[in-house]
Nanobody, 123 residues
């Protein structure tokens, strides 16, 4: 019932910026509050938490070159990334915690996942 769709992945040059989007839809009408986490995974590596935002209390975890935000008029959460480097190359995922609405960088805390969007940083 809950569907997450990431978009915005692209090939960017080192030092560039990119904004990813995560659109949340709920056909079952079960969503009230939730938390969104952003993760990334490169081949041979574990899934890494980058940022999160709770819609319940606004708790946010981000910083450095990454910033999470929401368009409060829509169910879209953004991940703004700057100063990208080749080591940032990965598939980026958003995930939703619909049970406890907690901002967390721990992947098992999340209930629903998007399909991912590829970010490649290369010259």
């Amino acid at each position: 019932q809950v569907r997450l769709v990431e978009s915005g992945g692209a090939l960017v040059q080192p030092g560039g910026s990119l904004t990813l989007s995560c659109a949340i839809s709920d056909s079952g009408g079960i969503l009230a509050d939730y938390a969104i986490g952003w993760f990334r995974q490169s081949p041979g590596s574990e899934r890494e938490g980058i940022a999160c935002l709770s819609m319940l209390d606004g708790e946010r975890i981000d910083g450095g070159r990454f910033r999470v935000s929401r368009d409060w008029n829509t169910d879209i959460v953004y991940l703004q990334m700057g100063g990208l480097q080749p080591e940032d190359t990965a598939v980026y995922y958003c995930a939703a915690d619909v049970q406890f609405f907690r901002c967390s960088l721990h992947a098992p805390d999340y209930d629903y996942w998007g399909q991912g969007t590829q970010v490649t940083v290369s010259s």
